[in-house]
């Protein structure tokens, strides 16, 4: 058994929300699935979710007593998150049936529509538990944080060195150049031919590089580590703005987008600090 399945198996006493930190929300789901079957169908011996019909319905996603809210957008869209709470306010299809709902990628999720989610965290109705994903901790508001039991779900991921150096010196030129990097940028990525899945490596390598920069800063131990201190060239609000855009635009990536013209809409909202390029 992994150490992530343990986490799950050793859960006794549940949680009214669990936020689930990870680095993989593609390899995380599963879990969550399995947690999701735990609170669902513990203490029902017909409905022991080791085999049983609605183990089955929970992975396709398609029992009535879960719901997943995964937009194939940047962001959570208010009603996106309303249609999560009116599907709540019905009653279970079984009697005194447990529900569970998972946003996938929490940090999706904009202030201004966040009080609505915050105070259904905080005032669920009986036998509604929530399983809140992110990848990117640094993202999700605190608010939110503090009111879940946090989960790390950890998976190995290795990213070849001479990437690692590469997106290394292409945030260097970045941060030299600001949008003229856009001049430069080819030097960087046309190494990968147009290869979608290796352009998805790099912005995770990106998010890699940004978020171990935020680790460092608010332990207050920034490493001899010549980008991480030329990153501190920019306030903490703008790293986390960059890795805002890193993690939106790489969402992108596997759609029919023409990659030069993604590079240099990365640039520019990396430089002004916005989405709205």
């Not at 049983?52 to 208010?78: G, Q």
Request: glycine share 2%; net charge negative.
């Amino acid at each position: 058994m992994s150490k992530n399945n343990e986490i799950i198996d050793n859960i006794s006493n549940f949680s009214h929300a669990y936020l689930i930190k990870t680095n993989n929300l593609k390899e995380a789901y599963p879990l969550v699935c399995d947690l999701a079957k735990k609170i669902i169908c513990e203490n029902n011996d017909e409905l022991l979710y080791s085999n049983n019909e609605i183990a089955s319905l929970i992975d396709e996603n398609n029992f009535d007593d879960f719901y997943v809210v995964n937009p194939d957008t940047l962001v959570i869209k208010v009603e996106e998150l309303n249609k999560l709470l009116e599907y709540f306010e019905t009653k279970s299809v079984r009697n005194n049936g447990r529900r569970v709902y998972v946003i996938y990628g929490i940090e999706r999720l904009k202030n201004d529509i966040s009080n609505k989610l915050l105070k259904f965290i905080e005032e669920p109705e009986n036998d509604i538990y929530g399983i809140i994903m992110t990848e990117n901790i640094d993202l999700v508001l605190p608010t939110i944080i503090s009111r879940c039991q946090m989960l790390t779900f950890s998976f190995d991921v290795s990213y070849d060195k001479e990437d690692i150096n590469n997106m290394k010196e292409f945030l260097r030129c970045f941060i030299k150049n600001g949008i003229d990097t856009i001049a430069y940028y080819d030097k960087y990525f046309s190494i990968y031919e147009g290869d979608r899945s290796k352009y998805i490596n790099c912005f995770s390598i990106i998010e890699l590089l940004l978020s171990t920069y935020l680790n460092e800063y608010y332990n207050l131990t920034i490493a001899d580590n010549l980008y991480l201190k030329e990153l501190s060239k920019f306030d903490v609000n703008k790293i986390v703005k960059m890795l805002e855009i890193t993690s939106n635009l790489k969402k992108l990536i596997n759609n029919n987008i023409n990659l030069n013209l993604l590079i240099d809409r990365y640039i520019i909202e990396m430089e002004r600090g916005d989405t709205n390029a």
